[in-house]
């Protein structure tokens, strides 16, 4: 696994990070959830292809709870919610204009990629190549919850985070037990089902998906 | 077999009320109840035993030693305070028609979750199982603090979830890069594979990238500043025995995570920078607080902020070490017990008041005589004025970096005595005066006085005498710590 790497690899994990930039660019939360499920499913198939290559079968159990819970279960309840609530289905403004948005992405992209990763040359250079790819993608999703405005965004924008630190410790070869990386699932889905009642209460309480309204706390 | 059964105890309580009708709800405080003194009794006896050498497990995954056993305490005999007040708290409120039977039942299941999530996260032995734990109390608690379905409160909560969650997933990844980067890779899942590992290969400056992570991430949920925005809003808006619990220990809880993989970066040899880390942040969060503290209008976002300066002299004193490390982990004791009086006494002014503005709370002494006096007195005993344990907590983390940090040890002395001016001009305001016209004097109910007279009791019994078990395990702790 250290020293080469299926190209089917590198290449789940590239689409995976472009997945991420595309959602720095749809206004759609339909198609966010979309992106979200496509990466989710990318994630499922790199957990299958290291399982069978490594003939590890806890991989495959994490690949099938991962589709179940990220590629089924998330993105049913997103998009009854896009359906239940009006005007729910456009995402609220950016921060920053798009092309400010590309600029920062590429400047995470380098940093990614520049000599401050060098330390962590305990990892071979495909590894560090790799790591680099998934840096970014860490540090692209950090950046879509800081740069929206919606409550829809920063749940995906949180999901997606979560999914980059997945590749990455799968990438790098992070091993923990299987009933740990089912906690951790479950922890997710959990949390992907707090996120929606919020969804709810938010747009019940401020008739609204967007974080401009929350205001109440300065205003006591 | 005791530290599983002191872990599951509030889990079963959780169940119970999950499957009983709200009407019982007699049953379901008793339940609780019965948990919380349970998981106490059971973390008495683990300390009793780790004070005698033995260390506490069940299986692989759980283990505690003398600082799980220090940490276990705390949190299990808050808990148990916190357990009592809510049943006197929710009743109260229940007669005043604010909140239904169905509510009272959420309370308890997510309260119980809550202190099975905290007692988890102390007791585990796998850096992921921790943070599982960990992550679950924010998923326990977010409910909580929009118990009360207002938009401020639901603002709050969201402003929780997602800061808390975004810290975490950094914790995470700080985790992740701690198992990855060890040359040889880490025997083990638990705390001592991996500190082995760093120690044999494990680069200091790889260390230092990962636990920069950690200590943002998980310095997130500690409340230090400046990832400390969530912290005031969550903890004013909560009911206030939940403040209590996430001020008093919570941040403890999350500060343990911290410790433990600071361990992991000495003996990468990069404790340097562990020490430089916790200053920064050390310095930052007593500095905001006390300039914060003194313009605050609402009472319980005053304790908020009083939790984040207190988090910053903790991280001074692991910063300056040696009998720093002591006294920042008694004062880890001595700030739970009096934060979590005064959230609770907060709950019984915030009762009879109806309201967390300082200005609308006058002639407290003349309205709740008991709560007014235990109140003002916490305030005192937490600012560190003798002849409290707190004054001795303070002075020895700041004599311990006196000599290595001049500096910083004279600017923490302004500063406090900023915290204490700040505190004092707010509290003098509530505590004299005329009481307001609507508000009768007198305590709601016994079972929101009981506990704050505990917890006033036990602090000033832990001022005076500290029982030998107690201070073997805080010894054995802090050899832990420094080593």
Redesign the interface.
């Known amino acids: 696994m250290e020293t080469t790497f299926p190209s089917i690899v590198l290449l789940l994990d590239g689409f995976s990070f472009l997945l991420a930039i595309l959602m720095h660019l749809t206004r759609r939360n339909a198609n966010l959830v979309r992106l979200y499920l496509i990466q989710s499913l990318f994630l499922a198939a790199l957990l299958i292809v290291l399982g069978f290559s490594l003939g590890e079968k806890s991989l495959l159990w994490m690949a099938l709870l991962t589709f179940f819970v990220k590629a089924v279960i998330a993105p049913v309840f997103f998009f009854r919610v896009l359906r239940k609530i009006p005007g729910a289905e456009i995402s609220a403004t950016n921060y920053l204009s798009t092309p400010l948005t590309l600029i920062v992405i590429m400047a995470l992209v380098v940093l990614s990629y520049s000599k401050i990763i060098i330390p962590l040359g305990v990892l071979s250079p495909e590894m560090l190549g790799l790591f680099s790819l998934n840096l970014s993608m860490v540090l692209t999703s950090i950046f879509l919850l800081i740069n929206r405005r919606g409550i829809f965004t920063q749940i995906v924008g949180i999901l997606c985070l979560e999914n980059s630190i997945v590749f990455l410790s799968t990438i790098i070869g992070v091993k923990q037990p299987v009933g740990l990386e089912i906690g951790m699932l479950f922890d997710i889905a959990l949390w992907i089902v707090v996120a929606i009642v919020f969804i709810s209460m938010i747009h019940t309480q401020f008739g609204t998906l967007s974080t401009a309204p929350l205001k109440k706390l300065t205003e006591e | 077999m005791i530290l599983a059964f002191l872990i599951i105890a509030p889990l079963l309580a959780a169940i119970i009320a999950l499957v009983l009708r709200p009407r019982q709800r007699t049953i379901i405080e008793g339940s609780a109840f019965a948990a919380q003194l349970i998981s106490f009794l059971g973390a008495v006896n683990i300390l009793f035993a780790v004070a005698a050498g033995e260390t506490a497990v069940f299986g692989s995954?759980l283990r505690v030693d003398a600082l799980g056993a220090w940490f276990l305490l705390i949190v299990s005999f808050i808990g148990l305070m916190s357990v009592i007040h809510s049943i006197g708290y929710l009743r109260e409120e229940v007669r005043k028609g604010i909140i239904g039977f169905k509510r009272v039942r959420q309370y308890y299941i997510l309260f119980s979750i809550f202190l099975f999530a905290m007692l988890l996260a102390v007791s585990a032995d796998?850096p992921?199982?921790m943070?599982?734990a960990i992550?679950?109390t924010t998923?326990s608690t977010?409910?909580l603090i929009?118990f009360y379905?207002?938009?401020?409160a639901?603002?709050?909560?969201?402003?929780y979830?997602?800061l808390n969650?975004?810290g975490l997933?950094l914790g995470?990844?700080g985790v992740?890069?701690f198992?990855?980067?060890?040359?040889g890779g880490v025997s083990g899942?638990d705390w001592e594979s991996l500190r082995l590992a760093a120690g044999a290969?494990l680069?200091p400056?790889?260390a230092?990238?990962a636990f920069a992570c950690i200590l943002v991430g998980y310095g997130t949920k500690v409340g230090f500043a400046p990832m400390h925005t969530w912290l005031p809003?969550g903890h004013s808006k909560a009911p206030s025995p939940i403040s209590a619990l996430m001020s008093g220990v919570l941040l403890n809880v999350a500060f343990l995570a911290i410790l433990r993989f600071s361990g992991i970066v000495k003996a990468a040899g990069a404790g340097d920078f562990v020490i430089q880390a916790f200053l920064f942040f050390g310095v930052f969060s007593v500095a905001l607080s006390a300039f914060i503290m003194f313009v605050q209008k609402?009472y319980k976002r005053l304790l908020a902020y009083s939790s984040i300066d207190n988090m910053g002299i903790l991280a001074l004193g692991f910063a300056f070490g040696g009998i720093g490390t002591f006294a920042a982990l008694l004062h880890t004791l001595y700030h739970s017990l009096l934060k979590s009086l005064l959230f609770l006494s907060a709950g019984n002014i915030f009762m009879k008041y109806e309201s967390t503005k300082i200005a609308k709370v006058r002639g407290l002494f003349r309205a709740l005589p008991a709560t007014s006096i235990i109140f003002f007195g916490g305030f005192i005993a937490l600012s560190g004025l003798p002849p409290f344990g707190v004054f001795m907590s303070k002075m020895l983390i700041l004599t311990a970096g006196f000599q290595s940090h001049p500096i910083i040890v004279s600017s923490v002395l302004i500063l406090l005595a900023v915290v204490f001016f700040g505190f004092f001009r707010h509290v003098s305001e509530m505590f004299f005066g005329k009481v307001p016209e609507g508000v009768v004097p007198g305590e709601s109910n016994a079972l929101t006085v009981v506990p704050i007279v505990i917890l006033a009791i036990v602090f000033i019994a832990l001022s005076i005498s500290f029982p030998a078990p107690l201070r073997m395990v805080l010894d054995q702790a802090t050899v832990l710590i420094n080593k």
């Open positions: 995954w796998y992921i199982l943070w599982i992550e679950a998923l977010v409910f929009s379905n207002k938009p401020s639901t603002e709050a909560a969201w402003k979830l997602m969650s975004l997933l995470l990844l992740m890069l198992f990855s980067l060890s040359e899942f290969t680069s400056v790889a230092k990238i809003d609402n």
